[in-house]
């Protein structure tokens, strides 16, 4: 019998074996399992670009692969849908530069085996087809193997093979191209628009050569063996096309402008006031379509919707209950005069479709200070419009929330409201999901979502996937004007979503802007549209698109690479063994005395396995002097607004929206002018009030406004020569737009150290970049532009050479402010070439043309030695 300690001790011992079982079961779990994600390859650019564009991946850039014995060629290939021409050559296997063969695509011959094999100036036997679904929708793996002794050639297609006599050299050596090439006389610029990956050689039945051609940028295919990388031409690689939203079409549109789309056909329609601009996704050309019956009204909330099954698009006037019919044979609107009703207001509502009962729903909005919950319903076949009221309180009112269509009726996600739907009482993110139920007109919620440490709401729609359990939506922080739209996906069922794909930038002012995710069945693309009022009552109209299934992360960003991934897999199968080792000793003390120690093993140091380098300080070399930003008696104007008394509270959430209108006029206006008069507070804040209510609403709320500031002591609003000012003792509170004004106001050239000053300054964000006032707006380009030309003062003063690693920073500050800034793209780019990182310079020149014409709709004109040597 085994005494108690004895028994301790086995339990302990089995403890520490299943703990050493399942970490080695972990680590050859996940050796097993790491395998690659399924949306990659290369894709071919073919008749739609120009000869030199075209892409062509060349297996041996600078070599041949030279062949004793048997070898076989495989790969994986697919067609990309939706392009005017399919011909050209698949692979070309060129032997000591003499005899070619090849597989080539045919879609002109007659019978339906287009898939050619072509030896030297002949056709060969071998000929088959592939059928349409699989060839556009499927990876097929084609298999060529050259059997020297027999003097075949046997290629395998799917379960079908092909044999055909060839007489090969016995020291013949070949070069392996795809696509497009420019080799000696059997350069070819024929290329269908194909899409490649998984290429591998084996040579008496084993594998010696391999590409995946899972990359997502630069010119390289990386083999899996040592120097045996291909250079590709022209390369569209499939997993950048998965995670990368590609700019499609940017243009203006005079006057207001909506947006709706045809998800079938991936056809994007934008409803101006005289012309409807249609998109279609597969061939991106726009076309413009002039109304035959006059001009549309468009009001401030009203919305469109394309239904397929009358192939019509719906003008929903929201606030006046009407509907406009647009008929896309006839060009015509079938009402064209209405106007405006007194408003209330349905800004951002959302909409959906269901077509069990034939209606359109409108779910909840925003106007005159109030969210709404209301639930409307146009009927097309009737033309009958009714509004009812949830009959409890799971649907609270909300605008900024994302709709999907279901079969039943519609998932509604997020938003922004208050429970009592008034602006005034307490409002805040939603993160709820929804389902209503169009037959009952109930909702039911799914769940919450946990909140997130930084808010956001939604784009108009998202797509639901039923089938899948899942949703994909936009979402966007709505307290910033140069925002951006992030794609996620998430489960209906279960509270839990991913990020997924890259931002796409967005212009947001709440009224001005709107945007809308739909889904391209015809191409399996998602597709967002972003649409911005401007100044000049034009419609800016951005389109995009993403490849589905989108990836989680961009693999280019990640920080472990594929060598040391296995690495890391390595190093903890040691701390396994290591760890076995250990407990294995403990377990036996005794023994382990009695015999020879043997050398110890180093225990391994997390911190001497360092796969991203810590940040250096930029400046700590230079002696720069770096100012901490106080939290205590300060006002802050860059980032969002923040006030903090001298006990370190902030006090910016005892303002109301006008309290703080209020004081940032007079602030503003006393800064940098002698200050406001009541006639211009009148014109700005209580335009709509006749002059003695006007007053009366300036003396309550300037009023307010004194027993808030009192809490900073030396801040108070005083009335001098009859005009409003705000006096601060500036020894006493910190004012990061006095501080700005010091380094920036008499247009001196600044020294490293002032740089460093207005970067800490300017990095909390634009100048008050949670708020957007019309007034306000001068204040902001008149900052931006005196920032941006600060920068550019400094960065012609020095020299690149002198110091690259700084002004790398500053092109990165100029940059924050103007995205277009030519002379910084210059800066950075002669920057990093001086640092030796010139592939770097390369892609930050190419994100800056990918921006110029994202803005400009033109391409820049410059390139990369252009830019280098300017």
């Known amino acids: 019998m085994r005494t108690l300690p004895e028994r301790g001790r086995l339990n302990m011992c089995t403890r520490l074996k299943i703990v050493f079982v399942l970490l080695a079961f972990q680590f050859f779990y996940g050796m097993v399992n790491s395998c690659p994600a399924q949306s990659y390859g290369l894709g071919f650019e073919s008749y739609e670009s120009v000869q030199d564009k075209r892409t062509g991946l060349d297996l041996s850039p600078d070599k041949t692969f030279c062949f004793d014995n048997n070898f076989e060629l495989s ?27 090849d597989i080539l695509y045919d879609n002109s011959s007659l019978n339906k085996d287009r898939f050619k094999v072509v030896i030297g100036d002949k056709f060969s036997k071998i000929a088959f087809d592939i059928d349409e679904i699989p060839l556009y929708e499927n990876w097929n793996r084609i298999r060529l193997i050259f059997n020297k002794d027999a003097e075949t050639l046997t290629v395998f297609s799917g379960t079908r093979q092909f044999t055909q006599a060839i007489v090969l050299e016995k020291n013949g050596c070949f070069k392996i191209l795809f696509g497009a090439n420019k080799y000696k006389n059997f350069n070819t610029t024929d290329v269908p628009p194909m899409k490649i990956r ?16 899972d990359e997502m940028s630069g010119a390289k295919a990386i083999g899996t063996a040592k120097n045996t990388d291909g250079l590709v031409a022209n390369p569209l690689w499939i997993k950048k096309m998965h995670y990368e939203w590609q700019p499609l079409q940017t243009f203006v549109i005079q006057g207001p402008a909506r947006v709706t789309c045809d998800q079938t056909t991936g056809m994007v329609y934008i409803v101006g006031t005289d012309t409807l601009t249609t998109h279609r996704i597969s061939s991106n050309q726009v076309k413009r379509i002039p109304y035959q019956s006059g001009k549309q009204p468009l009001f401030m909330d009203n919305q469109v919707l394309y239904e397929k099954s009358t192939n019509s698009i719906y003008n929903l006037f929201i606030n006046e209950k009407q509907v406009s019919h647009f008929d896309t044979l006839s060009s015509k609107w079938d009402m064209s005069d209405l106007k405006a009703e007194l408003k209330t207001h349905f800004l951002h509502a959302n909409k959906f479709y269901s077509k069990p009962d034939s209606t359109i729903y409108i779910l909840g909005g925003y106007g005159h200070l109030e969210y709404k919950n209301t639930i409307q319903k146009y009927h097309l076949g009737t033309g009958n419009w009714s509004q009812t009221s949830p009959q409890d309180s799971t649907f609270g009112p909300r605008y900024l929330a994302a709709a999907g269509a279901a079969s039943d009726g519609a998932y509604l996600m997020g938003g922004y409201g208050s429970v009592t739907g008034r602006q005034i009482l307490n409002p805040r993110n939603w993160y709820d999901l929804i389902f209503f139920n169009a037959k009952t007109g109930s909702f039911k919620k799914i769940y919450d979502l946990k909140i997130p440490q930084e808010d956001f709401v939604f784009a108009n729609s ?41 931002k796409i930038p967005f212009e947001f002012v709440d009224t001005e802007s709107f945007a809308d995710l739909f889904f391209d069945e015809s191409t399996g693309r998602f597709v967002a549209v972003t649409l911005f009022r401007t100044d000049q009552n034009q419609t800016k109209v951005s389109i995009y698109s993403l490849f589905s299934p989108p990836l989680e992360t961009a693999p280019a960003d990640k920080q472990v690479s594929a060598k040391s991934e296995n690495m890391l897999w390595i190093i903890g199968a040691l701390v396994a063994v290591i760890a076995g080792v250990y407990f294995y000793r403990r377990r036996k003390p005794s023994q382990a005395a009695a015999k020879v120690v043997p050398a110890p093993i180093e225990p391994v140091r ?4 360092t796969f991203s380098p810590a940040p250096i300080t930029e400046f700590a070399k230079k002696s720069i002097e770096t ?34 209108e209020l004081f940032l006029v007079i602030l503003l206006h006393s800064v940098r002018r002698e200050g406001i008069s009541s006639e211009k507070l009148k014109e700005l804040l209580w335009f709509d009030k006749s002059s003695e209510s006007a007053r009366n609403n300036r003396a309550v709320n300037i009023a307010k406004l004194k027993g808030i500031l009192d809490k900073l002591k030396w801040c108070h609003i005083s009335k001098e020569s009859g005009y409003w000012r705000v006096n601060i003792d500036f020894e006493q509170i910190h004012v990061d737009y006095a501080e700005y004004l010091k380094l920036v106001s008499d247009k001196r050239l600044l020294s490293k150290q002032d740089i460093f000053d207005l970067s800490q300054i300017s990095k909390r964000g634009t100048f008050l970049a949670d ?26 003063s020095v020299k690149i050479a002198d110091d690259p690693e700084f002004m790398i920073k500053v092109a990165n500050y100029i940059f924050y402010f103007d995205p277009v800034n030519e002379e910084a793209m210059t800066i950075k780019c002669k920057a990093l070439a001086l640092l030796g990182k010139h592939s770097l310079a390369k892609s930050t020149f190419e994100n800056f043309a990918r921006e110029y014409m994202r803005i400009y709709g033109e391409e820049f004109r410059k390139d990369m030695p252009e830019v280098l040597h300017s």
């Not at 966007?476 to 839990?496: C, M, W, Y």
């Not at 997390?606 to 396995?609: D, L, M």
């Open 606 to 609: 997390p911190t001497e396995v």
């Open 462 to 502: 998202m797509i639901v996937k039923e089938k899948e359990n899942a949703y994909y939506a936009l979402i966007f922080p709505k307290d910033k004007f140069n925002s951006a739209l992030q794609l996620i996906t998430g489960s209906l069922s279960r509270p839990e979503y991913k990020v997924v794909g890259s």
């Open 198 to 213: 998984n290429i591998a050689i084996k040579e008496s039945g084993e594998e010696k050569y391999h590409w995946n051609l």
């Open 75 to 101: 790969f994986e290939v697919s067609f990309l849908k939706h392009k005017k021409n399919y011909f050209g050559y698949i692979v070309r296997l060129i032997e000591n530069d003499r005899q070619n063969i």
């Open 771 to 796: 708020l957007e006032y019309e007034w306000l707006d001068s204040f902001k380009s008149e900052i931006s532009n005196e920032i941006v030309d600060a920068y550019l003062r400094y960065a012609t």
């Open 627 to 660: 100012k901490a930003m106080p939290l205590h008696s300060s006002i802050m104007l860059f980032g969002n607004l923040q006030l903090f008394d001298d006990q370190g509270t902030e006090i910016t959430r005892l303002f109301t929206p006008l309290l703080k």
